[in-house]
Nanobody, 128 residues
Framework: QLQVVESGGGLVQPGGSLRLSCAAS????????IGWFRQAPGKEREGVSC??????????AYSDSVKGRFTISRDNAKNTVYLQMDKLKPEDTAVYYC???????????????????WGKGTLVTVSS
């Protein structure tokens, strides 16, 4: 079965850190751009960060709300993409999803349309 599965969510205090993982099964992530998205209650799903497909140079992008606090990376040997989240704020509370897009492009994007695979999400709660 071709799928991506998120893990690593949980409850953390403001200012704390979490690392989310997006693991692929049934296909290799090398040829896919990967995006992390989140959806808070009552809000639309929004792009948080993305990383381009594996090439000699890897490109990343971040939304303004997480720039400087979140870091995306990929481990091709483990077929996994990570999202390191530091200095978490209550407004980061949401269900976080990863999505994979097969692409020949050198850049990734934060739009939700056109993704080939979506995970079921992992809940991140930032609260004291």
């Amino acid at each position: 079965q071709l799928q991506v599965v998120e893990s690593g969510g949980g409850l953390v205090q403001p200012g704390g850190s979490l690392r989310l993982s997006c693991a692929a099964s049934g296909f290799t992530l090398d040829y896919y751009a990967i995006g992390w998205f989140r959806q808070a209650p009552g809000k639309e799903r929004e792009g948080v960060s993305c990383i381009s497909r594996s090439r000699s140079e890897t490109n990343t992008a971040y939304s303004d709300s997480v720039k400087g606090r979140f870091t995306i990376s990929r481990d091709n040997a483990k077929n996994t993409v990570y999202l390191q989240m530091d200095k978490l704020k209550p407004e980061d509370t949401a269900v976080y999803y990863c999505a994979a897009e097969f692409t020949y492009a050198d850049k990734c994007r934060l739009e939700t349309y056109g993704m080939d695979y979506w995970g079921k999400g992992t809940l991140v709660t930032v609260s004291s």
